[in-house]
């Protein structure tokens, strides 16, 4: 059977960032630095779209065209999946609302899910100081903590605020780059154990369930334009 055709919707200049993902979707990926152009197409069996250390409501051309092209990829029932600030452009695309948080949650911490792409509780790593406030219309409430919410759903459209595509050095470079006071930092640090790290492994079956769904919906189109 033929692999999935995703399209990386690229938000970030790290350099970990595309690494990661190909690591982990079982999966052709057709990769795009959106902040210098987004695809003129919508041929691709899914989109992700990843995190940046940019913020959604933020009046760049980049992130208003990476909107449009994601809204209309929903609109085609094109499964998307949106990590970080990916989740939270995903959501403002579908009529959602994203707000500066006023305070950073970073680190692993635990996220309680909903059975659908997560296990009913899980650890992840999170770093993040903007929040999804308003859920668009019709979506289901899928992942969450005492910051907020974690994980949407509308239709075949999934957006998750944690980072489950990070490897320990990632967690670590990310960690060292914040702006944050160096007792909160160090504290952090101290959190990225290789026993913490597996704990957070569970959470990237969200991948496997991903995939399975793209393949799925893939399949009942096709089977649609035959009948």
Known sequence: MRRPRIALLNASQAPSTPRNFRRELDADLVEFDVQQDVPDTFAFDAA???????????????????????????????????????????????????????????????????????????????????????LPPGAERTAENDYGIHGFRVGNAFGVQFHPEYDMDTAESVTRGKDLPDERIQTVLDGITEENYAKACEAKTLFENFTEQVRDVRDEQMAERIA
């Open 48 to 134: 992700v779209v990843t995190g940046s250390r940019a913020s959604v409501y933020w009046d760049e051309p980049w992130i208003r065209s990476l909107e449009e092209w994601v809204s209309a990829a929903a609109e085609r029932d094109m499964p998307v999946l949106g990590i970080c600030f990916g989740h939270q452009l995903l959501a403002e695309a579908l009529g959602g609302i994203v707000e500066d948080m006023g305070e950073y949650e970073i680190g692993y911490r635990e996220v309680e899910g909903d059975g659908l792409l997560l296990d009913d509780t899980v650890t992840v790593f999170t770093t993040h100081s903007d929040t999804v406030t308003e």
